[in-house]
């Protein structure tokens, strides 16, 4: 990923220390996480409207209804993953691709997937301005992305009804699937490891608010 192209002040590089303490200060302790966060410039990722906002610990839209989620989530999930280098990555939920940046950073190889056309289209020229290795796919991600299964990580950035199936059956022996699942209000962040032997085991950690998984195995 280079950033040649897109201005990254020192003012921005400043605003991004103070939100790396802030993440710290909330429990956030995986350094190389934290240094991912300091090093993606979530302004790039941002409307104009809201450069401002960039580096406050706050979700923004992004159009079509859609959200950038607030960073602390972010850095949650992402440590939650325990990305290791070459990871490969499936995120559901490419949104602004500021999720997916935040993975390659650590060194995983992300594939990621948008159900909103417009979205997916505009992610995908971003992307490629910014020389990201990240692959963008559009469709119903609850379905997964089986032509790349399987996966040693999924992360879904939607709230879901359930656990898809069809994630849990793309998730490699060893692997770690974090989605945030309940109702339309609130959601607990599950994380569910695959056995070796194919179990499925699940943790529960705090509440969040996503908007919608939708699709066939979403709402
Ligand atoms: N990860 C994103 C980022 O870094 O900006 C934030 C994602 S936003 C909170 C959730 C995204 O999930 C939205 O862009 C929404 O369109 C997408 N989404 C919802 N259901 C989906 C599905 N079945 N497949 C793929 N994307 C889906």
Same mark, same amino acid.
């Given at each position: 990923m280079q950033f040649t192209d897109f201005q990254d002040s020192f003012r921005h590089k400043g605003l991004r220390k103070k939100l790396v303490d802030f993440l710290r200060s909330k429990g956030i302790h995986d350094e190389a996480v934290l240094e991912a966060i300091n090093q993606v410039?979530?302004?790039?990722? /941002?409307d104009n409207a809201f450069l401002e906002l960039a580096y406050e610990d706050r979700a923004m839209p992004i159009g079509e209804g859609q959200t950038i989620s607030q960073p602390y989530t972010v850095a949650f999930q992402s440590q939650l993953l325990e990305i290791k280098k070459r990871d490969k990555v499936l995120e559901i939920g490419t949104g602004s691709g500021y999720q997916a940046c935040v993975l390659e950073k650590l060194g995983a190889k992300v594939h990621s997937i948008e159900r909103q056309r417009k979205l997916y289209e505009k992610t995908q020229k971003l992307l490629q301005a910014m020389k990201s290795k990240v692959a963008t796919y559009y469709g119903? $991600?609850? /379905? $997964?992305l089986p032509a790349f299964a399987p996966f040693d990580k999924i992360i879904v950035t939607a709230g879901a009804p359930v656990v898809p199936q069809s994630l849990c059956e793309q998730l490699k022996p060893g692997g770690i699937l974090v989605i945030p699942v309940g109702d339309e209000q609130n959601q607990r962040m599950l994380r569910i490891t695959k056995q070796a032997d194919g179990e499925l085991v699940t943790e529960s950690f705090d509440n969040f608010k996503f908007v919608p998984l939708l699709g066939k195995e979403g709402w």
């Amino acid at each position: 990923m280079q950033f040649t192209d897109f201005q990254d002040s020192f003012r921005h590089k400043g605003l991004r220390k103070k939100l790396v303490d802030f993440l710290r200060s909330k429990g956030i302790h995986d350094e190389a996480v934290l240094e991912a966060i300091n090093q993606v410039p979530r302004h790039v990722f /941002l409307d104009n409207a809201f450069l401002e906002l960039a580096y406050e610990d706050r979700a923004m839209p992004i159009g079509e209804g859609q959200t950038i989620s607030q960073p602390y989530t972010v850095a949650f999930q992402s440590q939650l993953l325990e990305i290791k280098k070459r990871d490969k990555v499936l995120e559901i939920g490419t949104g602004s691709g500021y999720q997916a940046c935040v993975l390659e950073k650590l060194g995983a190889k992300v594939h990621s997937i948008e159900r909103q056309r417009k979205l997916y289209e505009k992610t995908q020229k971003l992307l490629q301005a910014m020389k990201s290795k990240v692959a963008t796919y559009y469709g119903d $991600g609850t /379905l $997964g992305l089986p032509a790349f299964a399987p996966f040693d990580k999924i992360i879904v950035t939607a709230g879901a009804p359930v656990v898809p199936q069809s994630l849990c059956e793309q998730l490699k022996p060893g692997g770690i699937l974090v989605i945030p699942v309940g109702d339309e209000q609130n959601q607990r962040m599950l994380r569910i490891t695959k056995q070796a032997d194919g179990e499925l085991v699940t943790e529960s950690f705090d509440n969040f608010k996503f908007v919608p998984l939708l699709g066939k195995e979403g709402w």
